[in-house]
T-cell receptor, first 110, second 114 residues
Framework: AQRVTQPEKLLSVFKGAPVELKCNYS??????LFWYVQYSRQRLQLLLR??SRESIKGFTADLNKGETSFHLKKPFAQEEDSAMYYC????????????FGKGTMLLVSP | DTGVSQDPRHKITKRGQNVTFRCDPI?????LYWYRQTLGQGPEFLTY????????KSRLLSDRFSAERPKGSFSTLEIQRTEQGDSAMYLC????????????FGPGTRLTVT
């Protein structure tokens, strides 16, 4: 069965510091990996997906199949990055349903 | 169209009562998903529809839960004989038909069973 692990419940950094939110997954096939974000009082929304290879709001994530990881990185954190971040994978024959990690709360202090 | 909407946003009910939630997806989206989120956890998949067909159900979806999408538009999720363990945020999402399409989430319905 697929599983997504986010080892940190909370990550607290100062503005301007680098950020790395860790995500490891287990899945026997070739999953698609995503990062979702939930800002305070807002709904869950897609931040980025590995197949797009985009940088969104300064965030990037590289899929490392050898280490089965998909860590989210940003070189210089901003206060507005404070939010709950969820790593997720989609799998199965329809590549439809999402399996989420438990989430990491990122707090960026001034 | 302002995105996925859910109604009600909050529901408090007594144990043993039945509750029904509604989800209105983005109008062009063929797929509709239900997830459940409890405190300290990420969302957990419950079931999904492609148009009006219910294609997959999680083992989390006990026989007290039933979901419908009768005309391939809005969906309802009913919980019969609610239990305190059903207290959670129930999230709805929708997407296009293409596999791996981005899922757009609604604001959720928070259920509290007393």
């Amino acid at each position: 069965a697929q599983r997504v692990t986010q080892p940190e419940k909370l990550l607290s950094v100062f503005k301007g510091a680098p950020v790395e939110l860790k995500c490891n997954y287990s899945y026997s096939g070739s999953p698609e990996l995503f990062w979702y974000v939930q800002y305070s009082r807002q709904r869950l929304q897609l931040l980025l997906r590995h197949i797009s290879r985009e940088s969104i709001k300064g965030f990037t994530a590289d899929l490392n199949k050898g280490e089965t990881s998909f860590h989210l990185k940003k070189p210089f954190a901003q206060e507005e990055d404070s939010a709950m971040y969820y790593c997720a994978l989609t799998s199965g024959s329809g590549y439809s349903t999402l399996t989420f990690g438990k989430g990491t709360m990122l707090l960026v202090s001034p | 169209d302002t995105g996925v909407s859910q109604d009600p946003r909050h529901k408090i009910t007594k144990r043993g009562q039945n509750v029904t939630f509604r989800c209105d997806p983005i109008s062009e989206h063929n797929r509709l998903y239900w997830y459940r989120q409890t405190l300290g956890q990420g969302p957990e998949f419950l079931t999904y529809f492609q148009n009006e067909a219910q294609l997959e159900k999680s083992r989390l979806l006990s026989d007290r839960f039933s979901a419908e999408r009768p005309k391939g538009s809005f969906s309802t999720l009913e919980i019969q004989r609610t239990e305190q363990g059903d207290s959670a945020m129930y999230l709805c999402a929708s997407s296009f038909l293409v596999a791996g399409s981005t899922q757009y989430f609604g604001p959720g319905t928070r259920l509290t069973v007393t």
